[in-house]
């Protein structure tokens, strides 16, 4: 059992920014961020491999979005800048027990409780 714990969420005013953090207890093979607006589906934000640190961006959130890791302390990071009112929405980290990375929430095998993330405009 794989347990995923996100931080780093809160209020920002438009054009700001944030950084999220999400700790795993466990080394899975990637990890992707998702996040869900009321009333929306859950939609796929970014995506990292463990080894060899491939990464997958959803084009909403390009060049403006960043998603990093750091091995030894087995935490994915979601560098969020030039925040627009429409990136509201709570913030899932999910990882997968596979090297592929994928944009569907169905194909994560974890899942944290998520962060909520607040832009103002």
């Known amino acids: 059992q794989v347990t995923l714990v996100e931080s780093g969420g809160g209020l920002a005013q438009a054009g700001g920014s944030l950084r999220l953090s999400c700790v795993t207890s466990?080394?899975?093979?990637?990890m992707g961020w998702f996040r869900q607006a009321p009333g929306k589906d859950r939609e796929f934000v970014a995506a990292?491999?463990?080894?060899?640190?491939?990464?997958d961006v959803a084009e909403a959130v390009k060049g403006r979005f960043t998603i990093s890791s750091d091995n030894a302390k087995n935490t994915v990071y979601l560098q969020m800048n030039s925040l627009k009112p429409e990136d509201t929405a709570i913030y899932y980290c999910?990882?997968?027990?596979?090297?592929?990375?994928?944009?569907?929430?169905?194909?994560?095998?974890?899942w944290g409780r998520g962060t909520q993330v607040t832009v103002s405009s």
């Open positions: 466990g080394r899975t093979f990637a």
């Open positions: 990292i491999r463990w080894s060899g640190g491939q990464t």
């Open positions: 999910a990882s997968k027990t596979d090297y592929v990375l994928s944009a569907s929430p169905a194909d994560y095998d974890y």
